[in-house]
């Protein structure tokens, strides 16, 4: 039945007032929410600190948030649905009110200066597909609940300060593709439930403090293209499995603590891999054949392991490689062609920038075709390798080369004029090999160069005046060669030039330029050169100046006071020169001076007394005989004539039973005479000798409460010189016919080195005692805490009662390699010590160990090639169970016994275990002990005393993890055993012994210091 006309008109009017009224609500809830998303960018903009240019100027409350920059809307709801402020350089902190923008799905805050907590109200925001926040300053951890984020498809955190552990919740982001954390303060172990998210497709946890192993879950990822784990502490092998995910492109796991052999197949098993990073680490083996098959492959870095064997073929067939890293390893190549497969082979990379082979044991000449390479190839890095011959003059060619390293070659030949066309360079490495002839001045056109090194090499001539045109110079080092002429005045003028400036040893003479004006320079060494008068005043205008040595020149005059304006010098030696003239009171006010040597001058007058002149033991003024303690200085004004005149007639009288004296002197103690001349002239103008009679009152006439120690030639007193200064004075007993030997050997060792870890030297007596028997003496510094034999022992200990921690322990081990260091490569004659052990090591009240004993000393003749002993006589030199196996054969004292010395005594001092030890019987001994438990079991041969202190080691105020720690112990212990190798060929030098234990200290601070937020690039201006 059909409705009356007003009825059907009333229903159509109840329905059309339903649909108006829905799109009004719809409207009105439109409305209201984009309302709640522009209160909550307010907010986020409340909490930046805005300067001009403003970014967000177009953020106005009047206007619609959908018409703002970085904000993006919806349509047609009108909702803030992304958030996009990458690199508008907003400060401040991000506001909680973030979780209001329930429609966000994008948050894009990357390359900003945020600062404070992580927002935990962002796990709110459970439409969000891309989180980025990288490049900030963010702290805080990541929330326990952010697997709310289930759409989440990108999470990149990088180069923040998150800390915690990598939370387990991350494994329910099921839909996650991109998971990028690397650069922060991450600990703990990868969580293996990370091999849930099947999508993902880069994995970046590098930089941060991740121990642990890699976890073999990981082969779940079948879709990940990038791993990157490099800088953390992660330990073990690598998973197979890990070998067997086809998809990666970029495997990254540098600078860890990684170890086991890189499966030759790499690069079958891995067909697409662009990006391989293992530098840093302990894999072992040889570089993997396969991976120069894979002819798109951009970088293989392998440096710092200990790889072996040769470079495998097909380097030619890598035509888009940038990279290729193979230095500090073991590779070995031999024959005048040894080079010539790498650079012939490499002509064909057109892209190759970086190319470093520098640390192993490659031989060979550098062939012609180095001049063939890559026009953009940057870095150059051939150094501590076994080349020689003559550098080409076609590396001329290399015109993009910013960095070339040839240093610790036996490079010959003279310095091609070639290189000085290498407009880009800005490091040239040229130092201790064998190149001689003059310096080409063709140098002076490297503008860009910030540093020069052609330190101990054979150059003779003059410095060119063109290096006046270094203007971007921050270093240079001449030292070591046969330079001659005057100092240019440009080049102490060079306005950049801010680290260092090494003239040393040489043959440069002439005064110093009047305008000496390097005001950013922190060390000046002059010294061992011929150079003449004055020093100018002008030194005051080097404000930055920490270090300065000018010995052992000709230098006249009086020392200008204006040294007292270098406030911030810290070590000045200006001894063995003909400087005259009072000690300028000024230096007193050096309050930053650690070091000051004058001695054997002409100085004069009064020594001042405040400063560094209080602690007389950092002070050496010995040879200035005019120079006298403001306390034993006499007045001669007024009393001159009467000393005058009583002098006419003392002088004949005293003559006249001076001279008998002698001759009855001369005539008893003949013999004894005849015997320390030698000494007596060794020690002439090197030191100001002591009396038998001061040394007797110093040390109480030697009584036995002041005796702290014995030893084979004698026995070692603590005194007290009547400067003011604790001795140790060593009393040799002339009753053994060594005694004299070992007096003269430890004269001569230490006659011409000095090393703030070596025992120093104050001064000898070489006279007759009372009884006029011969009496031979050393007076050295005294060191209050002892041997490090007592700590061993665990005779000596710290005020709490707690022994050595591995940290301690590792700085006196890297004092002791900074010593040997010094005496095998630095010093003036290289000095063997032949018998390192604990008990002549000595420790400082600041615990800074220094090494001392030379009675059994040899210098060696040369620096290079087959060392010999000065010495044409053998005797078996060193203690028992730290002498090195080849001396016993007859073979004389040589740089790699001392190693194997240093590699016993390292051993030592780790596992509490002395070498001849009663355990050790049959054919067992400490380095096959220590050997036995390596790698996996170090922590069973430990020192128990060591072992009590590592879970409470701190640095810095953080802890150090045991795990980091053992890994670091495993390290040191395997240093030891590369020292004590039974073949002295196979032994490492003692250069790199000190290399590997700062790395390994570096590792520690590193644990308990996080690092600064970095980020590993494909392409980048690191070594690593």
Same mark, same amino acid.
């Given at each position: 039945?059909?409705?009356?006309?007003?009825?059907?008109?009333?229903?159509?009017?109840?329905?059309?007032?339903?649909?108006?009224?829905?799109?009004?609500?719809? /409207?009105?809830?439109?409305?209201?929410?984009?309302?709640?998303?522009?209160?909550?960018?307010?907010?986020? =903009?409340?909490?930046?600190?805005?300067?001009?240019?403003?970014?967000?100027?177009?953020?106005?409350?009047?206007?619609?948030?959908?018409?703002?920059?970085?904000?993006?809307?919806?349509?047609?709801?009108?909702?803030?649905?992304?958030?996009?402020?990458?690199?508008?350089?907003?400060?401040?902190?991000?506001?909680?009110?973030?979780?209001?923008?329930?429609?966000?799905?994008?948050?894009?805050?990357?390359?900003?200066?945020?600062?404070?907590?992580?927002?935990? &109200?962002?796990?709110?925001?459970?439409?969000?597909?891309?989180?980025?926040?990288?490049?900030?300053?963010?702290?805080?951890?990541?929330?326990?609940?952010?697997?709310?984020?289930?759409?989440?498809?990108?999470?990149?955190?990088?180069?923040?300060?998150? $800390?915690?552990?990598?939370?387990?919740?991350?494994?329910? %982001?099921?839909?996650?593709?991109?998971?990028?954390?690397?650069?922060?303060? /991450?600990?703990?172990?990868?969580?293996?439930?990370?091999?849930?998210?099947?999508?993902?497709? $880069?994995?970046?946890?590098?930089?941060?403090?991740?121990?642990?192993?890699?976890?073999?879950?990981?082969?779940?990822?079948?879709?990940?293209?990038?791993?990157?784990?490099?800088?953390? &502490?992660?330990?073990?092998?690598?998973?197979?499995?890990?070998?067997?995910?086809?998809?990666?492109?970029?495997?990254?796991?540098?600078?860890?603590?990684?170890? #086991?052999?890189?499966?030759?197949?790499?690069?079958?098993?891995?067909?697409?891999?662009?990006?391989?990073?293992?530098?840093?680490?302990?894999?072992?083996?040889?570089?993997?054949?396969?991976?120069?098959?894979?002819?798109?492959?951009?970088?293989?870095?392998?440096?710092?392991?200990?790889?072996?064997?040769?470079?495998?073929?097909? %380097?030619?067939?890598?035509?888009?490689?940038?990279?290729?890293?193979?230095?500090?390893?073991?590779?070995?190549?031999?024959?005048?062609?040894?080079?010539?497969?790498?650079?012939?082979?490499?002509?064909?990379?057109?892209?190759?920038?970086?190319?470093?082979?520098?640390?192993?044991?490659?031989?060979?000449?550098?062939?012609?075709?180095?001049?063939?390479?890559?026009?953009?190839?940057?870095?150059?890095?051939?150094?501590?390798?076994?080349?020689?011959?003559?550098?080409?003059?076609?590396?001329?060619?290399?015109?993009?080369?910013?960095?070339?390293?040839?240093?610790?070659?036996?490079?010959?030949?003279?310095?091609?004029?070639?290189?000085?066309?290498?407009?880009?360079?800005?490091? !040239?490495?040229?130092?201790?090999?064998?190149?001689?002839?003059?310096?080409?001045?063709?140098?002076?056109?490297?503008?860009?160069?910030?540093?020069?090194?052609?330190?101990?090499?054979? /150059?003779?001539?003059?410095?060119?005046?063109?290096?006046?045109?270094?203007?971007?110079?921050?270093?240079?080092?001449?030292?070591?060669?046969?330079?001659?002429?005057?100092?240019?005045?440009?080049?102490?003028?060079?306005?950049?030039?801010?680290?260092?400036?090494?003239?040393?040893?040489?043959?440069?003479?002439?005064?110093?330029?009047?305008?000496?004006?390097?005001?950013?320079?922190?060390?000046?060494?002059?010294?061992?050169?011929?150079?003449?008068?004055?020093?100018?005043?002008? *030194?005051?205008?080097?404000?930055?100046?920490?270090?300065?040595?000018?010995?052992?020149?000709?230098?006249?005059?009086?020392?200008?006071?204006?040294?007292?304006?270098?406030?911030?010098?810290?070590?000045?030696?200006?001894?063995?020169? &003909?400087?005259?003239?009072?000690?300028?009171?000024?230096?007193?006010?050096?309050?930053?001076?650690?070091?000051?040597?004058?001695?054997?001058?002409?100085?004069? #007058?009064?020594?001042?007394?405040?400063?560094?002149?209080?602690?007389?033991? =950092?002070?050496?003024?010995?040879?200035?005989?005019?120079?006298?303690?403001?306390?034993?200085?006499?007045?001669?004004?007024?009393?001159?004539?009467?000393?005058?005149?009583?002098?006419?007639?003392?002088?004949?009288?005293?003559?006249?039973?001076?001279?008998?004296?002698?001759?009855?002197?001369?005539?008893?103690?003949?013999?004894?005479?005849?015997?320390?001349?030698?000494?007596?002239?060794?020690?002439?103008?090197?030191?100001?000798?002591?009396?038998?009679?001061?040394?007797? &009152?110093?040390?109480?006439?030697?009584?036995?409460?002041?005796? *702290?120690?014995?030893?084979?030639? #004698?026995?070692?007193?603590?005194?007290?010189?009547?400067?003011?200064?604790?001795?140790?004075?060593?009393?040799?007993?002339?009753?053994?016919?060594?005694?004299?030997?070992?007096?003269?050997?430890?004269?001569?060792?230490?006659?011409?080195?000095?090393?703030?870890?070596?025992?120093?030297?104050?001064?000898?007596?070489?006279?007759?005692?009372?009884?006029?028997?011969?009496?031979?003496?050393?007076?050295?510094?005294?060191?209050?805490?002892?041997?490090?034999?007592?700590?061993?022992?665990?005779?000596?200990?710290?005020?709490?009662?707690?022994?050595?921690?591995?940290?301690?322990?590792?700085?006196?081990?890297?004092?002791?390699?900074?010593?040997?260091?010094?005496?095998?490569?630095?010093?003036?004659?290289?000095?063997?010590?032949?018998?390192?052990?604990?008990?002549?090591?000595?420790?400082?009240?600041?615990?800074?160990?220094?090494?001392?004993?030379?009675?059994?000393?040899?210098?060696?003749?040369?620096?290079?090639?087959?060392?010999?002993?000065?010495?044409?006589?053998?005797?078996?030199?060193?203690?028992?169970?730290?002498?090195?196996?080849?001396?016993?054969?007859?073979?004389?004292?040589?740089?790699?016994?001392?190693?194997?010395?240093?590699?016993?005594?390292?051993?030592?001092?780790?596992?509490?275990?002395?070498?001849?030890?009663?355990?050790? *019987?049959?054919?067992?001994?400490? $380095?096959?002990?220590?050997?036995?438990?390596?790698?996996?079991?170090?922590?069973?041969?430990?020192?128990?005393?060591? !072992?009590?202190?590592?879970?409470?080691?701190?640095?810095?105020?953080?802890?150090?993890?045991?795990?980091?720690?053992?890994?670091?112990?495993?390290?040191?212990?395997?240093?030891?055993?590369?020292?004590?190798?039974?073949?002295?060929?196979?032994?490492?030098?003692?250069?790199?012994?000190?290399?590997? %234990?700062?790395?390994?200290?570096?590792?520690?601070?590193?644990?308990?210091?996080?690092?600064?937020?970095?980020? $590993?690039?494909?392409?980048?201006?690191? =070594?690593?």
């Amino acid at each position: 039945m059909a409705l009356p006309s007003h009825l059907m008109l009333s229903s159509a009017f109840f329905f059309l007032l339903i649909y108006f009224n829905s799109i009004f609500l719809a /409207l009105e809830s439109a409305t209201l929410s984009i309302v709640t998303d522009k209160e909550a960018l307010i907010s986020f =903009k409340s909490t930046i600190s805005l300067e001009p240019p403003n970014p967000l100027s177009s953020w106005d409350q009047n206007s619609s948030p959908c018409n703002w920059s970085g904000v993006v809307c919806n349509k047609p709801a009108n909702r803030v649905v992304g958030l996009h402020l990458s690199g508008f350089g907003l400060k401040g902190s991000i506001t909680p009110h973030i979780g209001n923008l329930s429609f966000l799905r994008s948050l894009q805050l990357q390359n900003n200066q945020f600062t404070g907590k992580f927002p935990t &109200q962002i796990v709110n925001l459970f439409r969000l597909r891309v989180l980025n926040m990288s490049f900030n300053s963010i702290e805080g951890v990541l929330p326990s609940n952010i697997s709310q984020l289930t759409q989440l498809q990108t999470l990149d955190l990088m180069a923040n300060k998150i $800390t915690g552990r990598v939370t387990e919740e991350l494994s329910n %982001l099921v839909k996650l593709q991109i998971l990028k954390l690397g650069g922060n303060h /991450l600990y703990g172990s990868i969580p293996p439930a990370i091999g849930n998210l099947s999508s993902l497709t $880069t994995l970046n946890l590098g930089t941060n403090n991740l121990t642990g192993i890699i976890p073999s879950d990981f082969v779940r990822l079948q879709n990940l293209k990038v791993l990157d784990l490099t800088i953390n &502490q992660l330990s073990g092998t690598i998973p197979p499995s890990i070998y067997n995910m086809s998809s990666l492109v970029s495997l990254a796991l540098a600078s860890n603590d990684l170890w #086991g052999e890189i499966p030759g197949d790499i690069g079958i098993k891995l067909p697409n891999l662009l990006v391989f990073n293992f530098c840093i680490n302990k894999f072992t083996g040889r570089i993997p054949w396969s991976l120069h098959n894979l002819t798109n492959i951009q970088l293989i870095r392998m440096a710092h392991n200990l790889l072996e064997g040769t470079v495998p073929p097909g %380097l030619g067939n890598l035509p888009f490689l940038l990279m290729y890293n193979i230095g500090y390893n073991n590779i070995f190549s031999s024959g005048e062609d040894g080079l010539n497969f790498i650079f012939t082979s490499l002509t064909n990379s057109t892209k190759l920038k970086f190319l470093a082979i520098e640390g192993n044991h490659l031989e060979g000449v550098i062939p012609e075709s180095i001049g063939n390479l890559s026009k953009v190839l940057s870095k150059l890095y051939m150094g501590q390798n076994r080349i020689h011959g003559n550098i080409p003059a076609s590396i001329g060619r290399l015109s993009g080369l910013a960095l070339l390293n040839l240093s610790d070659n036996s490079i010959s030949g003279e310095i091609p004029p070639e290189i000085g066309q290498l407009e880009e360079l800005q490091m !040239l490495g040229l130092a201790r090999n064998r190149i001689s002839g003059n310096i080409p001045n063709s140098l002076g056109n490297l503008k860009k160069l910030n540093q020069i090194d052609l330190a101990g090499n054979s /150059l003779v001539g003059k410095i060119p005046l063109t290096f006046g045109n270094f203007r971007n110079l921050l270093s240079m080092d001449l030292s070591k060669n046969n330079l001659s002429g005057s100092i240019p005045k440009e080049i102490l003028s060079l306005p950049s030039l801010s680290t260092l400036l090494n003239l040393s040893k040489n043959f440069l003479s002439g005064p110093l330029p009047p305008e000496i004006a390097l005001q950013s320079v922190v060390t000046i060494d002059l010294s061992d050169n011929r150079l003449s008068g004055n020093i100018p005043s002008s *030194i005051k205008f080097c404000e930055s100046l920490e270090k300065l040595f000018m010995a052992r020149n000709t230098l006249s005059g009086p020392i200008p006071n204006t040294i007292g304006e270098l406030k911030g010098l810290d070590a000045l030696d200006l001894s063995s020169n &003909q400087l005259s003239g009072s000690i300028p009171v000024e230096l007193q006010n050096l309050h930053a001076l650690q070091s000051l040597n004058l001695s054997f001058n002409n100085l004069e #007058g009064v020594v001042p007394s405040g400063g560094l002149f209080r602690n007389l033991t =950092k002070v050496h003024l010995e040879g200035n005989p005019r120079l006298c303690l403001h306390l034993a200085c006499i007045n001669s004004r007024g009393r001159g004539r009467i000393v005058a005149k009583v002098a006419l007639i003392l002088v004949p009288l005293v003559f006249f039973f001076f001279l008998l004296g002698s001759l009855f002197f001369v005539f008893y103690i003949k013999k004894s005479t005849s015997k320390i001349t030698k000494t007596s002239e060794m020690l002439k103008g090197q030191h100001q000798l002591v009396s038998y009679n001061e040394l007797r &009152q110093a040390t109480g006439n030697f009584n036995q409460e002041n005796l *702290i120690g014995k030893g084979s030639f #004698g026995s070692v007193y603590k005194g007290y010189l009547r400067q003011g200064i604790d001795v140790a004075v060593k009393v040799l007993d002339t009753e053994k016919t060594s005694s004299l030997k070992s007096f003269l050997a430890e004269c001569e060792a230490l006659r011409n080195v000095r090393h703030r870890n070596l025992v120093r030297l104050i001064t000898s007596c070489s006279s007759v005692d009372f009884k006029n028997m011969e009496f031979l003496a050393l007076v050295y510094e005294f060191l209050s805490n002892g041997s490090l034999e007592d700590w061993v022992k665990g005779k000596k200990k710290h005020s709490n009662g707690d022994a050595l921690n591995v940290v301690e322990r590792l700085n006196v081990a890297i004092d002791v390699a900074c010593a040997l260091d010094y005496l095998h490569h630095d010093s003036e004659v290289p000095v063997v010590h032949c018998d390192l052990k604990p008990s002549n090591i000595l420790l400082g009240e600041d615990m800074i160990a220094k090494v001392g004993d030379f009675g059994l000393a040899s210098l060696l003749m040369e620096r290079t090639g087959n060392q010999h002993s000065i010495s044409s006589t053998y005797v078996l030199k060193g203690s028992i169970g730290y002498i090195p196996p080849e001396y016993g054969l007859g073979e004389k004292p040589s740089t790699a016994g001392d190693v194997y010395s240093f590699g016993i005594m390292l051993l030592e001092l780790f596992t509490g275990k002395n070498p001849i030890h009663e355990s050790f *019987i049959g054919g067992l001994n400490l $380095t096959k002990w220590v050997q036995s438990a390596f790698p996996a079991k170090v922590m069973q041969v430990l020192d128990p005393e060591l !072992l009590l202190l590592m879970s409470s080691l701190y640095h810095n105020g953080q802890l150090i993890s045991p795990d980091i720690q053992q890994g670091c112990l495993t390290t040191i212990l395997g240093v030891g055993l590369s020292c004590t190798e039974e073949s002295r060929d196979r032994r490492i030098t003692i250069r790199s012994v000190l290399q590997k %234990l700062k790395s390994a200290r570096d590792t520690l601070f590193k644990a308990a210091a996080p690092t600064e937020k970095s980020v $590993t690039l494909i392409m980048d201006s690191t =070594k690593i």
